[in-house]
């Protein structure tokens, strides 16, 4: 392109600092790693030079570490077996003999999910009886958790009979269904039920959920603080931190 501003100038000049001096004629600047500057050559001849001795993408060329191309090529094949695992046909052969409609394996995958979903936590009773009892860092992390627990629950719960009404065609399917929809039928837990980091499929990930609230409930009967505390069950870790730090202060 053309210089246009002062930042053009200012680049094209940087450019030109760097790469015009004496190490290019003597042949020992590197236009990037492993690609040493070519000789005095004719146009053809340039274009033959970068062919045969440009290396391979890589992030090196970039001046980034070699570990950077981990996480791409990570997203990449997830972003590919998620395609092919779309592309998928959507009926399958059940016991009996027929075959079972995406529509009726959604319907049965969202009424086990429920009839396991918990009922959520009484905050006001929980609240009534952390007043009776001295008040600490950890019963503070307890009652956030629960409220973040049945925030996480009800998002599920109200999701699940929507998704049941629409099936039943007593609401019209929305884009938002739709997509819970997929995401059952692909096991995959929905963008709206991600309230914490998590890489597990929908059928794992509900179990894990179960697993949070069971701790929950024993933390939350009495508040005493249990023996071992599975840090990566909660949904902030950190204020759990906070606490051990703050009561150990007083």
């Known amino acids: 392109g053309h210089i246009t ?5 200012r680049l094209c000049r940087t450019y030109l600092e760097e790469y015009m001096g004496p190490e290019q004629l003597d042949g020992d600047l590197m236009l990037a790693p ?11 001849s340039y ?8 290396p391979p993408e890589n992030p090196q060329l970039y001046g980034l570490h070699l570990n950077a191309e981990i996480g791409f090529l990570t997203n990449a094949s997830e972003q590919l077996f998620k395609t092919v695992l779309e592309l998928q046909p959507r009926d399958k052969m059940v016991a009996s003999g027929e075959v079972a409609s995406r529509e009726d394996m959604v319907a049965a995958c969202l009424e086990d999910l429920l009839e396991r979903l918990p009922e959520q936590f009484r905050m006001q009773e929980l609240q009534g009886k952390e007043a009776d009892r001295d008040k600490t860092p950890y019963t ?3 009652l956030q958790e629960c409220e973040r627990m049945n925030e996480l629950t009800a998002e599920i719960r109200r999701s699940l009979h929507e998704m049941q009404l629409g099936l039943k065609g007593e609401l019209t399917i929305t884009a938002a269904m739709d997509e819970l929809a997929n995401s059952l039928f692909l096991d995959r837990v929905p963008d709206t039920w991600q309230r914490y ?18 701790e929950l409930e024993s933390w939350s009967t009495d508040f005493v603080l249990p023996g071992s505390v599975w ?14 730090m703050q009561q150990t202060a007083r």
């Open 5 to 9: 501003d002062d930042w053009d100038r």
């Open 34 to 44: 492993g690609f040493p500057c070519p000789p005095s050559l004719d146009y053809h």
């Open 47 to 54: 274009h033959v030079y970068v062919t045969e001795h440009l």
């Open 140 to 142: 503070v992390v307890c």
């Open 197 to 214: 980091p998590s890489t597990l499929g929908l059928a794992a990930w509900f179990v894990d959920l179960l697993q949070r609230t069971r």
């Open 231 to 244: 840090l990566g069950g909660l949904f902030n870790p950190a204020a759990f931190l906070t606490a051990i």
